[in-house]
Nanobody, 118 residues
Framework: VQLQASGGGLVQAGGSLRLSCAAS????????VGWFRQAPGKEREFVAAISWSGGSKYFADSVKGRFTISRDNAKNTVSLQMNSLKAEDTAAYYC????????????WGQGTLVTVSS
């Protein structure tokens, strides 16, 4: 499966952005999808994940209550809605997919940059 992340941009603190992860392949509905981010000079960190059915969702403590994740398997997309953005959310955001794990991903898309100005 190939993944394409989009939707990044510049936003003021307190604002919102919606990231999308578009996937190729007819079996996308069998993949769990995760979002990760990497800020300059820092290691990549987990942000959120959604199971293949959308029935299970997980979030990093730092984004709980502010970010939501959803998927539309008919459109082969997973979205990350980011609200109440903070300067510390600034990072390159990556989506990833795997058929067997919610935590160890085989397929990765390129990043989309989110910059939150304070």
């Amino acid at each position: 499966v190939q993944l394409q992340a989009s939707g990044g941009g510049l936003v003021q603190a307190g604002g919102s952005l919606r990231l999308s992860c578009a996937a190729s392949g007819r079996t996308f509905s069998s993949y769990a999808v995760g979002w990760f981010r990497q800020a300059p000079g820092k290691e990549r960190e987990f942000v959120a994940a959604i199971s293949w059915s959308g029935g299970s969702k997980y979030f990093a403590d730092s984004v709980k209550g502010r970010f939501t994740i959803s998927r539309d398997n008919a459109k082969n997309t997973v979205s990350l809605q980011m609200n109440s953005l903070k300067a510390e959310d600034t990072a390159a955001y990556y989506c990833a997919a795997d058929q067997e794990s919610l935590w160890d991903y085989k397929y990765w898309g390129q990043g989309t940059l989110v910059t939150v100005s304070s």
